[in-house]
């Protein structure tokens, strides 16, 4: 469990290339994905993703991202896992402006925290500080910044994986279409999967694959990542839109 949930906190990224112009995201508050987590054949537990509020942190108006995932009292047998993240990410840029996580995962423990001071383009995080040459994405930020473009088949998007103090360049490709069913329903979707650069050449990883709806909402219904012994599956159980009522909205990005 431990390789498919790294696997998707590895895509912490930094912003470096920007092939299209963002549209509007119409994020509201209270927006929650719910899904299942299995192994292979084995339901393994719960993962939660959700637009919580709207902060002011570090001089931003951010949105305040956070996901869940935790194991089922079967896996916590064997293998408890209660992970947490959140990430602060401004309205206007969906730029990540802080990123905290706290990771326990079997015997394994991880806390991490860092923000970004865009006025001196730097980086502070829980142990150092280091300069930044764009404004930076996260695993949340991540899911919401792809869903800000109108991507098709064969797009790419070139970033630069940023988690704990680390930046090594990837580009994200949108390699084909499909239709999936998932437990909250049947959709036509993109792909999404990452390419790594390695010795000049790009070479494909193939861990990590992320179905987006084709639709205006892009929705991240299925995540699925390579493991030692078969695969780590991310199945959208639910989905809540949020506070959908204008007299009430907070406003989008």
Same mark, same amino acid.
């Given at each position: 469990?431990?390789?498919?949930?790294?696997?998707?906190?590895?895509?912490?990224?930094?912003?470096?290339?920007?092939?299209?112009?963002?549209?509007?995201?119409?994020?509201?508050?209270?927006?929650?994905?719910?899904?299942?987590?299995?192994?292979?054949?084995?339901?393994?537990?719960?993962?939660?993703?959700?637009?919580?509020?709207?902060?002011?942190?570090?001089?931003?108006?951010?949105?305040?991202?956070?996901?869940?995932?935790?194991?089922?009292?079967?896996?916590?047998? %064997? @293998?408890?896992? $209660?992970?947490?993240?959140? #990430?602060?990410? /401004? *309205?206007?840029?969906?730029?990540?402006?802080?990123?905290? =996580?706290?990771?326990?995962?079997?015997?394994?423990?991880?806390?991490?925290?860092?923000?970004?001071?865009?006025?001196?383009?730097?980086?502070?995080?829980?142990?150092?500080?280091?300069?930044?040459?764009?404004?930076?994405?996260?695993?949340?930020?991540? %899911? @919401?910044?792809? $869903?800000?473009?109108?991507? #098709?088949?064969? /797009? *790419?998007?070139?970033?630069?994986?940023?988690?704990?103090? =680390?930046?090594?360049?990837?580009?994200?490709?949108?390699?084909?279409?499909?239709?999936?069913?998932?437990?909250?329903?049947?959709?036509?979707?993109?792909?999404?999967?990452?390419?790594?650069?390695?010795?000049?050449?790009?070479?494909?990883?193939?861990?990590?694959?992320?179905?987006?709806?084709?639709?205006?909402?892009?929705?991240?219904?299925?995540?699925?990542?390579?493991?030692?012994?078969?695969?780590?599956?991310?199945?959208?159980?639910?989905?809540?839109?949020?506070?959908?009522?204008?007299?009430?909205?907070?406003?989008?990005?």
């Amino acid at each position: 469990m431990k390789s498919f949930i790294l696997s998707l906190l590895s895509l912490a990224v930094a912003l470096a290339v920007i092939p299209w112009d963002l549209h509007a995201l119409d994020l509201q508050i209270g927006e929650k994905f719910t899904y299942q987590l299995k192994y292979g054949l084995i339901k393994a537990g719960i993962s939660t993703m959700e637009v919580q509020d709207i902060e002011t942190v570090r001089g931003h108006t951010t949105y305040r991202l956070h996901s869940r995932t935790r194991s089922n009292n079967f896996v916590d047998t %064997f @293998y408890r896992v $209660r992970d947490s993240i959140t #990430s602060w990410i /401004d *309205t206007s840029s969906i730029a990540t402006v802080q990123f905290e =996580k706290s990771l326990n995962e079997g015997k394994y423990q991880k806390d991490y925290h860092v923000w970004f001071d865009y006025d001196n383009m730097r980086a502070i995080s829980s142990d150092t500080t280091f300069s930044i040459e764009s404004q930076m994405q996260d695993v949340l930020s991540l %899911f @919401y910044y792809i $869903r800000s473009f109108d991507i #098709s088949v064969g /797009d *790419t998007i070139r970033m630069s994986n940023f988690d704990n103090d =680390k930046i090594s360049p990837f580009w994200i490709s949108v390699v084909k279409e499909e239709q999936v069913k998932v437990p909250a329903g049947t959709y036509t979707c993109l792909v999404v999967e990452p390419f790594v650069e390695s010795d000049f050449l790009f070479k494909y990883e193939g861990n990590l694959k992320i179905w987006f709806t084709k639709d205006e909402r892009s929705l991240p219904v299925l995540m699925k990542s390579k493991a030692l012994f078969g695969s780590m599956i991310l199945r959208m159980t639910s989905y809540d839109p949020g506070n959908t009522d204008d007299t009430a909205r907070t406003g989008g990005l």
